[in-house]
Each structure stands twice: as C-alpha cells, then as structure tokens.
C-alpha cells in the first residue's frame, strides 16, 4: 500500500538516531529500504531530505540530523581517490543538501576538502567534476575571510566552471570581483553562466551600481569582452554597457583584405 507523503514523514520523525543516521546514508545513496515510493512517485534523494528537514519542528530531532550531516561529511577526509570515484554520486547529493540547509554548521570540514584539491579530477558528468560540486555548496554559505581562495578557484585554468562559484561567492564583494571579472567574461562569454552572472549582480547591488562598475573598468576590457558583457545585458533586458562600434579597426582590415582576395 502506498504511503502519503505525510505518513512517510510522520514515520521519519519517529526514527531514533541510529534508524534516522542509517536512513539518510541509505536515501542518499538511492537505497531507500524504508521508503522508496510514496503516492506513485520516486522523490530525488536530496531533494527529498531537504523537504525532510524542513518539516522538523522538534529542536532534538534537528540537531541529530545536523549532527549525521557533520559526521558524513567528515567521512569524506578519510576516503582514498578510488573510494571517491566509487561514491561520487552519493557525495554529490550530500553536498547539495548540505547546501541548501543553512543550519548545516560543518563548513570548514568541506574547506578544508576543498583547498586539498581532493575532489579534484573527478567527473561527475562531461563538463564538471566533483571539486566544482563542492565549490558550489560552499558558494551558497557566503563564507567571509577567504576571499584568496576564491580567487585561486577563478584563476584556474584546469577547469573553467570552478570560476562559476567563485564568482557568486564573491559576489558581496565587489571591488574584488571586478578586479578579476575579465576573467569571468573570458571563460564564460557567449554562454548562459554570463547572463546568469549579471542578473545575480543587478539582483543583489542594483542596476545602476553594477552598470558604473562596468563602466569603471571600460579602459581595462578588449573589444570581444566588452561585446560580451553588452550581450548579456541585453539578454536580461537591460540596455547594453558599452557603445561600440558595429566593427573594430582590427576587424574592418581582416575583413577589408578578405574582401580584397575574393575580388582577385
């Protein structure tokens, strides 16, 4: 007999700690023994854990699952390279819950993760490993004081979206991000993660703030980024930054000389 979702979570939170530690490792892991369907339907696994949590009302039963979530994640450290391939995508959906859980208090386990390079190398699908997933959790925790890192994870060259979280890390602050944004628009200009990058900055400081800090570093950008930034601004529906010619001088004598060729 199928169960409703609120007699699946009425049963959860009858769990002591030990059925409630081994259940969220199982649902993490898509090996659900105690639940898996509820009302014809297969919930994602963090997803499910994250609606889970988020219909505790009892402050004990909330600190052990923090608590779970803390000696999971602290698991992570002991794992070899191969032990970490075997489980990546167990440890990709605790890392998005521990993401979307802003009580979760082990951030500087996962930093520490993180500044090791531990995850580094390991794909989780064609265009991003398991590092850029751990980048992004620690991302939404807008962690002060590590500014450098962020840095670093922008600068790097061995991955381009390891500079996707860092750039919404550093997103409060501005004067370092805009010392570095080129960057940002080199390795994502053309594709949705620019657009999505403006958007979050006009979101959160204002399109007037962000228009004049891109005015500011007009001097600094090549023609191609400039392009680029006014292209993504039109795509959120914003009046483009930059006045610029339809051609470069660059451009108009390649294109001059090609013309010249085809004549002959």
């Known amino acids: ?14 769990f002591n700690y030990v059925e409630l530690a081994e ?29 889970t949590f988020r219909h505790i009302k009892d402050e004990k039963f909330r600190d052990n699952f923090l608590e779970i979530l ?19 995508e167990y440890i990709v959906e605790l890392l998005i819950l521990c993401g979307n859980i802003r009580q979760f208090d082990n951030k ?6 993180a500044v090791s390079g531990k995850f580094k190398g390991i794909k989780v699908d064609e265009e991003t490993d398991l590092h850029a997933d751990l980048l992004t959790t620690l991302a939404s925790y807008k962690i002060v004081g590590i500014h450098k890192f962020w840095i ?13 979280p860092a750039f919404y890390a550093l997103i409060d602050n501005l004067d370092r991000l805009f010392e570095y944004i080129d960057v940002f628009i080199d390795k994502f200009k053309g594709d949705i993660e620019l657009k999505w990058g403006i958007q979050a900055l006009i979101n959160d400081h204002g399109k007037k703030e962000i228009v004049n800090r891109f005015k500011s570093i007009e001097p600094r950008l090549s023609f191609e980024q400039k392009q680029a930034v006014n292209h993504a601004f039109i795509e959120v529906g914003e009046n483009p930054v930059y006045p610029i010619e339809a051609l470069s001088e660059k451009t108009e004598k ?11």
């Open 254 to 264: 390649e294109l001059g000389y090609k013309e010249d060729q085809e004549a002959e």
């Open 70 to 88: 803390g000696d999971l994640t602290n698991q992570f450290r002991g794992l070899s390279k191969s032990q970490i391939e075997e489980c990546k």
């Open 152 to 164: 670093d994870q922008l600068l790097d060259k061995s991955d381009r979206y390891y500079a996707n």
């Open 23 to 51: 259940w969220i490792k199982n649902r993490l892991q898509g090996n659900d023994k105690y639940f898996p369907i509820y009302l014809g339907h297969e919930p994602n696994l963090s997803g499910f854990l994250i609606n």
């Open 108 to 113: 500087v386990s996962l930093l520490e993760i």
């Open 1 to 14: 007999m199928e169960l409703t979702k609120q007699q699946v979570i009425d049963k959860i939170l009858s």
